[in-house]
């Protein structure tokens, strides 16, 4: 049993582990490549966050899905490839939006260079990915194009906020299934689709990735606060900081507003309040970590999870089934 991708994901397989190993390689590769350009400042700034690492979460997801077709087919590393190089684009723009100064441990490409060359370079990745995209058929290109909608629609629904009389975390839900579910799904079922697999567990692997990409980001939600370290790959606090209203806060704001408690008043008014205060920021984390919002908050996560699972009952058992629902697991323990 060898530890394979993000989460040290446990595989119980060697065949399973030699194919995502070598996989997770080969998508390495790929992303090198797709990021060079003639001119050197170009490929530096588009490498940035290739080589800072991270957890190739959407690039494992499309090899396991692959695994239900012809895990060898020619098409699946370039399509993990265009996952992870739309998902990096992503995150040019929104450190940008979001003025974040951190990305996976490094600073961020805003920071480094400036907001311009930072917008700039994720349109450079756009522009590799679609290049890569127009070799695996029309069909491919059309589901990139549907999921790129739906996540610039939750970006936009996320800065828009939610509408007068709405239900601000149905509202989250609904922006972060097209912020971060989008690609996920996506990224299930490309994979499958481009191994040849049959369309029922295309269509299975995609709802699969729906629901897992809610949890992951909820996990991660949780994480920002109840890390005590730099696990999320950002400074803890930093969606706090930004005015990021992630699903603790939600859940705080609405029980305060349900109970009306002292304490979680206190906790409302000092979220609300200047955040640049390092002190300030550390006083809300303590008091965070012990809350009721924040176990709430867990409870949602492990929830989007189980359904994740309960999604992969129709799928014929086997190693690649058994590490999707451990991908599964190891969501809810990054929120645990």
Not at 232 to 253: A, F, H, N
Request: proline share 5%; glycine share 8%; with cysteine.
């Amino acid at each position: 049993m060898t530890d394979v991708g993000p989460f040290g994901l446990s595989v119980r397989d060697q065949a399973l582990e030699a194919d995502v190993h070598n996989g997770l390689s080969a998508v390495e590769a790929g992303l090198l490549d797709a990021t060079k350009s003639e001119v050197p400042f170009i490929t530096e700034a588009a490498q940035h966050l290739v080589r800072a690492g991270g957890k190739r979460f959407r690039p494992l997801l499309v090899m396991l899905a692959a695994q239900f077709g012809d895990p060898y087919s020619p098409g699946v590393v370039p399509a993990a490839v265009v996952m992870e190089l739309t998902h990096l684009a992503t995150l040019y723009h929104d450190d940008v939006m979001d003025e974040a100064d951190v990305r996976r441990g490094v600073p961020s490409a805003n920071a480094r260079w400036g907001n311009s060359v930072a917008v700039l370079t994720g349109d450079f990745l756009f522009a590799r990915a679609s290049h890569i995209l127009a070799d695996l058929g029309p069909e491919a290109v059309r589901i990139q194009a549907e999921a790129f909608e739906r996540l610039v629609t939750g970006q936009i629904l996320e800065t828009a906020g939610p509408r007068e009389g709405g239900d601000p975390i149905e509202h989250y839900l609904d922006v972060i299934g097209g912020k971060t579910g989008s690609l996920i799904a996506v990224s299930g079922r490309i994979g499958a689709m481009m191994a040849g697999a049959d369309e029922r567990i295309v269509d299975t692997l995609t709802q699969y990735g729906e629901r897992l990409g809610v949890a992951f980001q909820l996990a991660d939600d949780v994480l920002d606060i109840a890390s005590h370290s730099h696990e999320s790959g950002k400074t803890p606090g930093t969606d706090l900081r930004e005015g990021i209203p992630t699903l603790p806060v939600l859940r705080l704001r609405e029980r305060a507003k349900a109970t009306g408690e002292a304490a979680d008043r206190e906790l409302v008014e000092l979220l609300d309040g200047d955040l640049a205060d390092d002190d300030r920021l550390a006083e809300v984390l303590r008091r965070f970590r012990d809350h009721p919002a924040l176990e709430q908050a867990r409870r949602d996560t492990v929830r989007y999870a189980q359904e994740a699972r309960a999604t992969l009952a129709p799928l014929p058992d086997c190693p690649a089934k058994a590490a999707l629902e451990e991908l599964c697991d190891a969501v809810v323990h990054r929120a645990g």
